[in-house]
């Protein structure tokens, strides 16, 4: 069975401060690793990773893939309020022809003015 | 766009009751996808489809629960009977393609909060 397992469940820091959010993840046939913010209502898609070691980058948001580990990392540097979200990992697999997209608990970041 | 749009945004019932949820895809979307998000299992995939035929229906709990589209613009989950532990919400999103070949960005509806007493 397919698993996305998130580290820490739950962050505050203050205004200010770099986060780094974990993924790590078991899955059969491996196609692609997604990262989205979800503030109050749905989920927003943040980035899609599909290479080993290549970085993505969204003004303050990068992200980074480990194939060979099977992790992820989400950095957030110089945080602000209004990055306070819950923050999903999914990974995408195939397993007997069809794609299915595993999500993580997600990560709870709040930021502290 | 409208983007994704889904009904009721809200809705409370009795256990055993029929609860129909309706979702309308992006236009042009050729997948469609059901979710479900609870504090205890976060977000968990239902079923997808792809124009209009259900794909991978794994993540289904039971057969209390089903998914039909009926066309591209349409589709419905319903939980017959339903029970207290069904209470979540339940995203529908949609995307214009699945894996590598496309972009793989999922759109989603604003969710409906379920209730069962």
């Known amino acids: 069975e397919d698993k996305v397992v998130q580290s820490p469940l739950s962050l505050v820091v203050h205004e200010g401060d770099t986060v780094t959010l974990n993924c790590s993840y078991e899955?059969?046939?491996?196609?692609?690793l997604l990262w989205y913010k979800q503030e109050k209502k749905a989920p927003t898609f943040l980035f899609m990773l599909?290479?080993?070691?290549i970085e993505k980058k969204s003004g303050r948001l990068s992200s980074i893939l480990d194939k060979k580990e099977l992790f992820s990392i989400l950095n957030i540097t110089a945080t602000q309020t209004g990055d306070s979200a819950i923050y999903l990992c999914?990974?995408?697999?195939?397993?007997?022809?069809?794609?299915?997209?595993?999500f993580g608990t997600g990560t709870r970041l709040t930021i502290i003015p | 766009d409208a983007g994704v749009i889904q009904s009721p945004r809200h809705e409370v019932t009795e256990m055993g009751q029929e609860v129909t949820l309706r979702c309308k895809p992006i236009?042009?979307?050729?997948?469609l996808f059901w979710y479900r998000q609870t504090m205890m299992r976060g977000l968990e995939l239902l079923i997808y489809?792809?124009?209009?035929?259900?794909?991978?229906d794994s993540g289904m709990p039971e057969d209390r629960f089903s998914a039909k589209m009926p066309n591209a613009s349409f589709s419905t989950l319903k939980i017959q009977p339903s029970e207290p532990r069904d209470s979540a919400v339940y995203f529908c999103?949609?995307?214009?393609?699945?894996?590598?070949?496309?972009?793989?960005?999922?759109?989603f509806g604003p969710g409906t909060r379920l209730t069962v007493l």
């Open positions: 999914a990974v995408e697999g195939v397993n007997f022809g069809n794609e299915k997209l595993t």
């Open positions: 489809f792809n124009n209009n035929v259900p794909i991978d």
């Open positions: 999103a949609s995307s214009l393609a699945k894996g590598l070949a496309g972009n793989n960005e999922q759109f």
């Open positions: 899955v059969t046939n491996f196609r692609s």
């Open positions: 599909t290479s080993s070691g």
């Open positions: 236009s042009g979307h050729d997948y």
